[in-house]
């Protein structure tokens, strides 16, 4: 077995797309901007100091105006008068039980 060369190993190549672009780089890179992205989104919320209002009613010249309380009236029906004749009664719903009593006793023979 002399003069037999040694098998070579297959040299490692790096990843890249068709074009020969590193995606590996690319990777990295979409990592990093994906973490600062998250840093400034969680700056811009909790602001300075936690987010809570920590401010007195002389800062800035804010003033809290409590919303006014509205009222809204629930809406009654308003009872409409017993009708008197057995025409206008017949073939609808009686008003009351006054007017369903005066026409059982007046307009059903």
């Known amino acids: 077995m002399v003069g037999m060369a040694t ?3 297959p040299q490692r190549r790096r990843q890249t797309s068709k074009r020969g672009v590193n995606l590996l780089a690319i990777g ?16 811009a919320v909790l602001g300075s100091g ?3 209002n920590t401010s007195s009613p002389n800062d800035n010249n804010v ?8 009222v809204i009236p629930t809406p ?3 009872a409409l008068p017993d009708r008197t ?14 007017e369903r009593d005066w026409y059982r006793a007046n307009c059903i023979n």
């Open 7 to 9: 098998p070579r190993r």
């Open 28 to 43: 990295l890179a979409g990592f990093v901007v994906g973490v600062v992205l998250h840093v400034f989104v969680v700056y």
């Open 50 to 52: 936690g987010g809570g």
């Open 63 to 70: 003033v809290d105006i409590p919303a006014p309380t509205v």
């Open 76 to 78: 009654t029906a308003t």
């Open 85 to 98: 004749s057995c025409e206008e009664i017949a073939g609808t719903q009686y008003r009351s039980t006054t």
